[in-house]
């Protein structure tokens, strides 16, 4: 099974609001990321877990807050976003050496308001 | 810095005939290549990948691609594209476990 899965499927919120994206994984992956996507761009780099610990933080603005409460999950919790913030969020895994396959998930629609 | 290039933005052809897709990436001592492919507000789909041994490799889909290491490329090829396999492509090297994207081949297929 190379599933990632991702809810929801599409989130409209306004700038005051707070939501979380909720990401999950059981190939056993250790590592586990998250990207940023707007239209006819190739995917943005936001965070990156390694067993459950944040390794990497592209400089992303702290109004989106990323959580790995075990080893399968992954969360992006967003609060105060901007209309800018719109994007397609896509949350993937993969194995934590150098060179492993990344196995992407469907991707969650986010438009601000 | 790791790059990935993919000269062309779109690229129409024929269903049933042959595809070519070009990326080429910058020096690294041993690139992780992939292809990856998204339909329309999708996830991104692995097609293939190459890590070492036969610079030939053979992919999900009917796709194949070749490393080709003096012409610092992996271009993705099809012998007959089908309408299904309109998308955009996306070429990535993996560096420290970070994937670096090519800007993305849009492929349109006509009837």
């Known amino acids: 099974d190379t599933e990632v899965t991702q809810t929801p499927k599409h989130l409209v919120m306004g700038m005051t609001n707070k939501k979380s994206l909720k990401c999950e994984q059981h190939?056993?992956?250790?590592?586990m990321y998250w990207y940023k996507q707007k239209a006819k761009k190739p995917p943005e780099l936001m965070f990156v877990y390694s067993y459950e610990k944040l390794s990497i933080n592209e400089s992303v603005p702290s109004r989106f807050s990323p959580e790995c409460p075990n080893s399968s999950l992954l969360n992006l919790h967003l609060h105060a976003l901007q209309p800018e913030d719109s994007a397609l969020y896509l949350c993937?895994?993969?194995?934590?050496?150098?060179?492993?396959?990344?196995?992407f998930g469907p991707g969650t629609r986010l438009t601000v308001t | 810095a790791q790059s990935v290039t993919q000269p062309d933005i779109h690229i129409t052809v024929s269903e049933g005939a042959s595809l070519e897709l070009r990326c080429n990436y910058s020096?690294?001592?041993?690139?992780?290549l992939f292809w990856y492919v998204q339909s329309p507000g999708q996830g991104l789909q692995l097609l293939l990948k190459y890590f070492s041994g036969d610079t030939l490799v053979q992919g999900i889909k009917g796709f194949e691609a070749e490393f080709k290491r003096s012409q610092s490329s992996f271009n993705l090829r099809k012998p007959s594209v089908h309408w299904s396999d309109a998308a955009e492509y996306f070429c990535a090297d993996n560096a420290g476990n970070m994937l670096t994207f090519g800007g993305g081949t849009r492929l349109m297929v006509k009837p």
């Open positions: 020096y690294g001592a041993t690139p992780y």
């Open positions: 190939m056993g992956h250790r590592a």
């Open positions: 993937a895994s993969s194995q934590v050496d150098r060179g492993y396959e990344q196995y």
